[in-house]
T-cell receptor, first 114, second 112 residues
Framework: EPEVTQTPSHQVTQMGQEVILRCVPI?????FYWYRQILGQKVEFLVS????????KSEIFDDQFSVERPDGSNFTLKIRSTKLEDSAMYFC????????????FGPGTRLTVL | DAKTTQPPSMDCAEGRAANLPCNHS???????VYWYRQIHSQGPQYIIH???NNETNEMASLIITEDRKSSTLILPHATLRDTAVYYC?????????????FGKGTKLSVKP
C-alpha cells in the first residue's frame, strides 16, 4: 500500500539554526500539507501546497517557514531560524484531490530545538 | 467549519463494539463529517467520512442522525490496537481549502 514517508524521524538542532524536514508524498497525489503537534497538544495545520504554490497557510506559518517541492517526489518544510517553541512533531500529508477526500499522513519528524 | 464536541475519553472491552459519539449541531448542508484517529504520536489516520447517509468500510461504520447534528463512529469489534485518540472533524468538500482542523478528540482505551 502506498504511504507517505518522512525523514529524518528525529532532528535535534540548536536554537537559531535552519532545519529542513523532508517528505515524499504518495506518487499520484497532487495536494500536500504540513501539520505540527506540540507535545500533549492538538494537531495544528500549517500549510497546504498545490501546483507549486501555497494554497493556504495558518497564522503559525510565518516568515520563518517555507515550503518547496524541489523535484517530482520530495516536499520540504524549512524553518529558517529555529526557536525553542518550534519543538514539535511535524507531519506531512498528501491527498489526491483538494478539499475533500482522505489525507494520508506520514509518520512524522520529531524536531527538538535546544 | 462547524464546531464538534466529543467526550474526552472512553473505555471499551476488547472484542466489543466501540461507539464514539460526536455532536456537530451547527453543521451546514454541504459539510461532511470526517473521522480520523491517532495512535500514540503516529500520524493521523483517516477512518471514514459521510454526508448524511450511513457509511461503512473495512475499518468502521459511521451513523449520522437524520438532522445531521450528531454522529457515531462504530468500531464493531475493538482490539487493543484500536486504542487511540479519535477525531471527529466537520468540513466542506471541494474548493481550495484543504486543511483539517483537529480538536482534542476522544481518547479510546481498549482493555483486555
Amino acid at each position: 500500500e502506498p504511504e507517505v514517508t518522512q525523514t529524518p524521524s528525529h532532528q535535534v538542532t540548536q536554537m537559531g539554526q535552519e532545519v529542513i524536514l523532508r517528505c515524499v508524498p504518495i506518487s499520484n497525489h497532487l495536494y500536500f500539507y504540513w501539520y505540527r503537534q506540540i507535545l500533549g497538544q492538538k494537531v495544528e495545520f500549517l500549510v497546504s501546497f498545490y501546483n507549486n504554490e501555497i494554497s493556504e497557510k495558518s497564522e503559525i506559518f510565518d516568515d520563518q517557514f517555507s515550503v518547496e517541492r524541489p523535484d517530482g517526489s520530495n516536499f520540504t518544510l524549512k524553518i529558517r531560524s529555529t526557536k525553542l517553541e518550534d519543538s514539535a512533531m511535524y507531519f506531512c500529508a498528501s491527498s489526491e484531490v483538494a478539499g475533500g477526500s482522505e489525507q494520508f499522513f506520514g509518520p512524522g519528524t520529531r524536531l527538538t530545538v535546544l | 467549519d462547524a464546531k464538534t464536541t466529543q467526550p474526552p475519553s472512553m473505555d471499551c472491552a476488547e472484542g466489543r463494539a466501540a461507539n464514539l459519539p460526536c455532536n456537530h449541531s451547527t453543521i451546514s448542508g454541504n459539510e461532511y463529517v470526517y473521522w480520523y484517529r491517532q495512535i500514540h504520536s503516529q500520524g493521523p489516520q483517516y477512518i471514514i467520512h459521510g454526508l448524511k447517509n450511513n457509511e461503512t468500510n473495512e475499518m468502521a461504520s459511521l451513523i449520522i442522525t437524520e438532522d445531521r447534528k450528531s454522529s457515531t463512529l462504530i468500531l464493531p469489534h475493538a482490539t487493543l490496537r484500536d486504542t487511540a485518540v479519535y477525531y471527529c472533524i466537520v468540513r466542506g468538500y471541494g474548493g481550495s481549502q484543504g486543511n483539517l482542523i483537529f480538536g482534542k478528540g476522544t481518547k479510546l482505551s481498549v482493555k483486555p
